[in-house]
């Protein structure tokens, strides 16, 4: 009953302190609209084809969204000493690190329903596998804030995690089969986006549009949840070893 006290507190007052913010929610809305106008110049504006788009623009959303503000948010209260009272609470680091990562994937699930939402005003949708596309909504967030949570016990800095956010996320954005399909991009490199969570997300998202994916579902969702389970790992063994021994 503690433990599950604890965990409700610290997740809404993560939500109103740093996820409920002006900034933050102008963030989780014009970030993928944005995304989603980019992409229609990049396709001379033919708005048939917004839903081809979808699965990689819904993964970048989530990707852009959750690893801005964990990274950000553990930091500050790493340098504001706030995070240390928290290790000092009665309740295991495991909850701790649930607790801290629960509204980061929520708002990550947010981010991408926006596009989602607002595409039929472009175009009538298309019949969508609903299983698929949760599930890739889900383990696309919860990896991408794990990978938020991993550079922020990294870095003792605001604008260290920043900078180590970007050296993530940009390389993704190219390696993860958006922009070009994993077989057109050279052998040496391949090795690097079969590596990646974010390929198998959007894979996984362009199985829920009925569109030709690189990687069979199944796969892609153990790849996911296996790389969900190890980023958690070794998120939280570095929190004993940096943080607390």
């Not at 994993?182 to 090795?191: A, K, V, Y």
């Amino acid at each position: 009953m503690k433990t599950g006290i604890a965990f409700w507190n610290i997740l809404l007052k993560d939500m109103k302190n740093y996820y409920l913010k002006p900034p933050n929610i102008s963030w989780g809305i014009i970030f993928p609209f944005a995304w989603m106008l980019m992409f229609l110049v990049r396709t001379g504006g033919k708005v048939e084809d917004v839903y081809s788009m979808l699965p990689g623009l819904m993964a970048l959303s989530i990707l852009f969204g959750t690893t801005s503000m964990l990274a950000v948010t553990i930091t500050f209260e790493r340098r504001g000493r706030s995070f240390d009272r928290l290790l000092l609470a009665p309740v295991s680091l495991t909850a701790l690190m649930l607790a801290k990562t629960g509204g980061a994937v929520f708002f990550g699930m947010i981010n991408a329903f926006v596009p989602l939402a607002v595409a039929p005003l472009f175009a009538a949708p298309p019949a969508l596998q609903w299983p698929y596309l949760l599930a890739g909504v889900f383990f696309v967030a919860v990896t991408s804030t794990l990978l938020g949570l991993f550079i922020a016990v990294s870095v003792s800095e605001v604008f260290e995690a920043q900078t180590f956010s970007n050296f993530f996320r940009f390389p993704m954005i190219f390696l993860c089969g958006l922009f070009f399909p994993l077989e057109r991009l050279p052998i040496f490199i391949r090795p690097l986006s079969y590596a990646i969570p974010l390929t198998y997300g959007v894979s996984l998202l362009k199985t829920a549009f009925h569109q030709t994916a690189e990687i069979a579902a199944g796969f892609s969702l153990i790849f996911l949840i296996l790389s969900a389970i190890t980023l958690f790992w070794i998120s939280r063994r570095n929190i004993q070893k940096r943080w607390i021994l």
